[in-house]
Each structure stands twice: as C-alpha cells, then as structure tokens.
C-alpha cells in the first residue's frame, strides 16, 4: 500500500502564497507521477498539476502563472507554490501519486491523500 500524507493548507487572503507538500510512504517499486488536484464545493475534481520522475510538468492553463510544482524524487515528496491566490481558489486540494508496485509489473495504480483545505478570503 502507498500513503499519502498532506500539509500546509490554510486560509490566507486574497494576493497571498501558501506552498503544499505531500509525501508518499509505502511499499512500492517506483513513482511515475505526482501531483496535485482540487475540488470546490459543487464542482468534479479538477487537475492543478503533475510532474512526473524526469520532471516534466503539465499545468491547467488557468493555474500556470501562479502555481509551480516540485518534486524530491529522493524523499517522494512533492510540492505546490501557489501565489497571487483568489477566492476561487478555495477548495479541498488532494495529493496523487501514480506509482509501480513491484518491478516485475508493468501496471500502473493511482494513489489519492486525503486532501487539504484551502480557503482564500476575499
């Protein structure tokens, strides 16, 4: 199994910074990708960002200029800066892994934290 654990959500105010880590623990061969998703109230999960283990990143197009993603392949751990936020940034912000399990499987799963609140007060 492979856990997730997120931190670092909050409130903050409108124009501020908050920076989100996740770290993956477990037993697994190797981390494809990580990465970040949100979900507000009433709305589907949504992607904000993923990095995958040669760091290559993709981004929502609306979230490109103010969020950036990182990632410690070393300690599976990976990060969000988030500036300038607004308050449709609110919302449950979860963490992904998508990881190999064993070397001999070519089959990837996908792993979700439990998420973390962040609130943006106008």
């Known amino acids: 199994q492979v856990q997730l654990v997120e931190s670092g959500g909050g409130l903050v105010q409108a124009g501020g910074s908050l920076r989100l880590s996740c770290a993956a623990s477990g037993s697994f061969f190797s981390i494809n990708a990580m990465g970040w998703y949100r979900q507000a109230p009433g709305n589907q999960r949504e992607l904000v960002a993923t990095?995958?283990?040669?760091?290559?990143?993709n981004y929502a197009d609306s979230l490109r200029d103010r969020f950036t993603i990182s990632r410690d392949t070393t300690k599976n751990t990976v990060s969000l800066q988030m500036n300038s936020l607004k308050p449709e940034d609110t919302a449950v912000y979860y963490c992904?892994?998508?990881?190999?399990?064993?070397?001999?499987?070519?089959?990837?799963?996908?792993?979700w934290g439990q998420g973390t609140q962040v609130t943006v007060s106008s």
């Open positions: 990095i995958t283990s040669g760091g290559s990143v």
């Open positions: 992904n892994a998508v990881v190999r399990r064993r070397s001999a499987e070519n089959v990837m799963f996908s792993y």
